[in-house]
RNA sequence: GCCCGGGUGGCGGAAUUGGUAGACGCGUUGGUCUCAAAAACCAAUAAGAGUAAUCUUGUGCGGGUUCGAUUCCCGCCCCGGGUACCA
């Protein structure tokens, strides 16, 4: 009974109900366009809705960001929090190939569901301003940014994307010769020759330079999916959604040309507060080097040169062989007879050798000498060309010049194939291993000997300019994002098809809506899903485009549409841009390094270039939530007889070789945590079994039973064992091992927030999800520790209220603790919430509800202010008691109180003595007094006497306020 | 292999600029209340020695700088992430 009524005293169900609907009905989170308050945007990287809801691990850093967003409005600002969905992806179209419903019933199913559980949550987003990638009020938008990127060109002159119209202009006037471009290939001509070609030939010259271009391309090609996927889907060889296997391809496939903006790209990194490991894995991902292209003549192939790049032009004159690509066009055109079969061959054999197999051999050399010499353009040597597949056709020239003695690789060829190696640079033993280091002098290197490498870098490419057979060029790893998906749930393009050409669709016959379609799958002769679609054509009757747009195009310019998302006429209007600028705070997960962080960085330069947007970067500071890890946990199952498995503990070993355990996950919602153990009990063994069904568990599970003593006796003796009974046996449950990893439903460790805020509350869901430690950290979850939070909250709670669950404050003034514990409170927080140490600040919420429960303090000019600095963790108990101190409407937009340093300062303070370094006393002493005195009153203590044994102190270090250390 | 990040009690973690290592919470142990259990409250809780006061050791390992190092430097080990022949 008693109990009972305890619990009921903080009644977090009503609290929480109650003001999630006024700040519904009150709109109070919305944010407003027009404001004289200065602007604060903080945003969560939208989730894609999936079939099995949130687990605790998706709100973390909707928690922190909520908190960061609820304390920058106390402290006055207008603040931008919207949520939104990434509503196209593969899994709703997967389940509508298997079921046939449409993707958008099972998307618009999964939505109201995360958003029901979102609400439980009590965040304080503006869902006014909510967008869905796949709603066409929206991606009327994503389309309208495609056709800018079809309409536009980099011109490197300016640095900067330019309309194609003025391109052809140029072309008219003087050709091609004075443009300066990022193209896919260069052929020069001149005005004439531009107007004598036919609009079809102007048409693909133009591809070259669209940055959103339609061409044949390498493609990873997932046959599983039905689709082509980009790099950073791709992970070794595999599909990263569903881990199906992918394979290189050429098809014809539109791209996005965000090679011209790689030097951007890299350059930005310098300028945003983003973790340095995304930043160096962006780094690595684009992947610039500095060289240079250096011609090679070809023995008996006059005016054929071999361009190779390389980014050590200092050791040329180690140069022993040269390797082509195997796919690369001269390979046939040099080729000797005599070396024809064996080189076709080779080629044939690479050809056929997956990606994957490729990957997984790694380490395997292979190669074949072509027959042809190429010649050193400094040491006329002749020089054999080989094929290689280490030498990748995709990067720099698809050619290289090979120095065994200074490249690891090349050495590792070299040495296979009984190669030269010669030493080039001096400082390492190259008959042991390539020497890399760019430290050392030239040796055996002509004009350049005894210089460093660094100045013999620039002494080879200046004379490599000279010759006219070299210059110096920067190289980059990233390649053009392929832009298409052969699939149905996406974005179509605007583009339509005349003699076999694409053309844009005009701006206002936006958007272009998903047709329907008979069945989400290709047609017969393998064509993309809405080809399917009736009539998917023009007005006019030209056929439109089949493919659809990728995932990131709908998440790559989202944050500027919540800025402005009823606009129907404008992506965003400049007013509001000029207002909102860019996100301030962006939280999300690290796994989107190389996606969508990258191409959202490229969208928005290209929209700063066109100059549609104010700033160039679109996140200035980025947080990486870590993942919540769940604690999975097993049992081993044994064989008894028919009727009967026997469950044992995972530290159960037996010697017996004829029994056989087999180790099996017990879902986390049947395991009960005693005695500092994860057991499961007799009574949730029975739940477990009447579920079994729901579980791809084996069926013996149906027959497992807890052994009883006398069981396992029994079943000893018929064994013949004769062991003990180990005491990890009990009677009546059975103890768990434990496994802490991904939180995943096939791995039955997932916790729902639904549950525990149900049990109790939201509020303590918020508090505890931060408490688990640093935002950015992987920890693992663990539900009985919510306990301790759950005790805090209704601490507070017991200090406003008396012993009837009354409202008891108290007039009198307070005492100089007690101002000193809030206003310590006050200024710790702040500081952790600036350097967003989410976990220590509800320490400090702890630690200020003890102190004031040991004061027992219930002074109402103590614990006025209270609620207003708890309110971004905990809003809704903040709010319940805020009113109850007298206040109506809601505590979202109060000033946060300052700290007044006069309540912190104390007259004494504690000095911690230490003896060579040791601590060894604490004295206090007056703030303002010297350290000679200090010094004197310390040596005097009784226990520095006894350390001192009589002897004076060599040195005596008094640091201000904080320590003594006495050297002797 | 290369590039990042990280190793602190039984557990999650704290120590913000080199200044009392282990805050706060969980768990554990003992106690109060209760017929009993739960809840609540109180106390102890890094390890080792000692009745105790107290002492010794201690932040992955080895060394260094310093009056003083979890923090800075050098070398190594382990874990997590990224990347994979990028010339």
């Known amino acids: ?68 967003a609820r304390y920058k409005r106390l402290k006055g600002f207008n603040v931008l929090h919207p949520m939104g969905y990434d509503a196209y992806g593969l899994p709703a179209e997967q389940y509508a190939i298997q079921t046939g419903q449409h993707p958008l019933i099972t998307t618009e199913k999964n939505i109201a569901r995360y958003r029901e559980q979102l609400d439980k949550i009590g965040f304080s987003f503006d869902w006014e301003r909510e967008v869905r990638t796949c709603d066409p009020f929206y991606y009327k938008w994503t389309q309208w940014t495609f ?68 061409a044949d391309t390498m493609v990873n090609w997932c046959s599983a999916l039905g689709t082509v996927l980009a790099n950073d889907e791709v992970s070794e060889g595999f599909s990263v959604r569903g881990g199906h296997p992918v394979v290189r391809k050429t098809m014809k496939q539109w791209s996005l040309r965000i090679t011209a903006y ?115 353009p400094f040491t006329k040597e002749e020089i054999p060309i080989w094929v290689g597949d280490y030498v990748l056709a995709g990067y720099g020239t698809g050619a290289v010049m090979a120095v065994p003695g200074h490249d690891g690789r090349d050495w590792a060829f070299a040495t296979h194939f009984g190669l030269p190696i010669k030493e080039v640079i001096s400082g390492g033993d190259i008959s042991k291993e390539a020497y890399e280091p760019k430290e050392g002098k030239c040796v055996n290197s002509g004009f350049i000997n005894d210089m460093t490498p660094l100045e013999a870098i620039q002494a080879v490419i200046r004379k ?88 990131f195009a709908g998440s790559s310019a989202y944050y500027y549409r919540y800025m402005d998302s009823k606009n129907p006429n404008e992506l965003v209007s400049k007013k509001s841009n000029a207002y ?130 006398e069981q396992i006796k029994d079943w000893f003796k018929e064994w013949n064992m004769q062991e003990d009974i180990p005491n990890s046996l009990h009677e009546g449950f059975v103890e768990l091992g434990t496994m802490v990893e991904k939180m995943s439903k096939s791995k039955y460790n997932v916790v729902t927030p639904d549950d525990l ?52 404050l108290s007039e009198e003034a307070p005492t100089k ?56 963790y905990a809003p809704h108990i903040a709010e319940e008691l805020w009113n109850l101190l007298g206040n109506s409407g809601s505590i979202t937009h109060v000033n946060f109180p300052p700290y007044n340093e006069e309540f912190l300062s104390e007259d004494n303070c504690t000095y911690a003595v230490s003896f060579n370094g040791k601590m060894r006393f604490t004295i206090d002493l007056p703030v303002d007094m010297p350290s000679s005195e200090v010094e004197k009153n310390v040596l005097e203590h009784e226990v520095a006497q006894k350390w001192l044994e009589g002897k004076n102190p060599k040195k005596v270090i008094v640091v201000p306020k904080k320590i003594v250390n006495v050297v002797i």
């Open 1 to 68: 009974m008693y109990h009972t009524k305890k619990i009921m005293d903080y009644n977090f169900i009503e609290i929480e109900k109650k003001w999630q609907k006024y700040w519904s009905e009150n709109k109070t989170f919305r944010a407003d366009n027009n404001s004289d308050k200065p602007k604060y945007y903080v945003l969560d990287m939208f989730p894609y809705p999936s079939g099995s809801g949130l687990h605790v691990g998706h709100p973390l850093g909707y928690i922190a960001s909520d908190i960061y």
């Open 147 to 214: 056709l800018q990127l079809f309409n536009s060109w980099y011109n490197k002159d300016t640095d900067k994307a330019e309309p194609v119209e003025k391109l052809i202009e140029e072309f008219e006037k003087n050709g091609n010769i004075k443009v300066s471009a990022v193209v896919s290939e260069t052929i020069n001509f001149s005005a004439e020759e531009w107007k004598a070609k036919n609009e079809k030939e102007q048409q693909e010259i133009l591809m070259n330079y669209r940055l959103a271009y339609l």
């Open 262 to 376: 790689a030097e951007k790209l890299l350059k930005g990194l310098d300028e945003i507060d983003w973790s340095d490991s995304i930043k160096e894995i962006q780094r690595n991902w684009i992947g610039k080097s500095v060289g240079a292209m250096i011609k090679f003549a070809i023995k008996g192939h006059d005016g054929l040169f071999m361009e190779i790049f390389t980014t050590r032009p200092d050791t040329i004159f180690g140069v022993t062989y040269m390797t082509f690509a195997p796919e690369h066009d001269y390979v046939n055109k040099i080729t000797t007879a005599d070396k024809l079969e064996a080189v076709q061959k080779y080629i044939n054999e690479t050809k056929n050798r997956s990606e994957r197999e490729r990957i997984a051999d790694v380490k395997r050399i292979s190669g074949e000498f072509t027959g042809a010499y190429a010649i050193n």
């Open 464 to 551: 490599t300019e000279e010759m006219g057979i070299g210059y110096g060029k920067v190289n980059y790893r990233l390649r053009d994002a392929i832009f298409s998906r052969q699939r149905y749930w996406g974005e179509p393009f605007p583009i339509y098809y005349k003699d076999g050409i694409p053309y844009p669709m005009n701006e206002s016959e936006l958007p272009l809506e998903l047709p329907e379609v008979d069945a989400f799958l290709p047609t017969e002769t393998g064509e993309p899903p809405l080809a399917r679609a009736k009539n998917w054509r023009t007005k006019e009757g030209y056929p439109i485009e089949t493919n659809t747009m990728p995932g």
């Open 580 to 709: 909102w600028e860019n996100v301030d705070l962006y939280i999300g997960g690290a796994e989107h390094a190389t996606g969508h962080l990258l191409y959202a960085r490229f969208w928005n330069k290209f929209l700063f270039d066109l100059g549609l947007v104010c700033k160039d970067e679109p996140f200035k500071k980025l947080i990486n939530q870590g993942m919540i890890q769940g604690v999975s946990t097993f049992v081993q199952l044994t064989f008894r007889n028919q009727n009967c498995t026997y469950l044992l503990p995972m530290n159960f070993k037996c010697n017996n070789p004829q029994i056989l355990l087999r180790e099996f996950r017990v879902p986390v919602d049947y395991v009960s945590f005693e005695n500092g153990k994860y057991i499961l009990t007799k009574q949730n063994l029975e739940k477990f079994r009447n579920m079994i069904s729901e579980y791809k568990q084996v069926t013996e599970f149906t027959y497992a039973v807890i052994p009883t003593t």
């Open 757 to 808: 805020v149900e049990k109790y509350g939201a509020d303590t869901l918020r508090l505890y999800e931060m408490f688990l430690g640093p935002l950015e950290q992987h920890k693992p979850w663990d539900t009985k520790g919510i306990e301790g939070v759950f005790r805090f909250i209704r601490k507070l709670w017991k200090l406003y209220h008396d012993f009837d669950n009354k409202l008891c």
């Open 817 to 872: 603790k007690e101002l000193k514990v809030l206003h310590k409170t006050i200024k710790k927080v702040q500081e952790d919430i600036e350097r967003f140490s989410f976990n220590t600040a509800v320490s400090t919420f702890m630690i200020c509800v003890n102190e004031l429960t040991e004061l027992k303090c219930n002074k109402r000019a103590i614990l006025k202010e209270l609620p207003i600095i708890l309110s971004p």
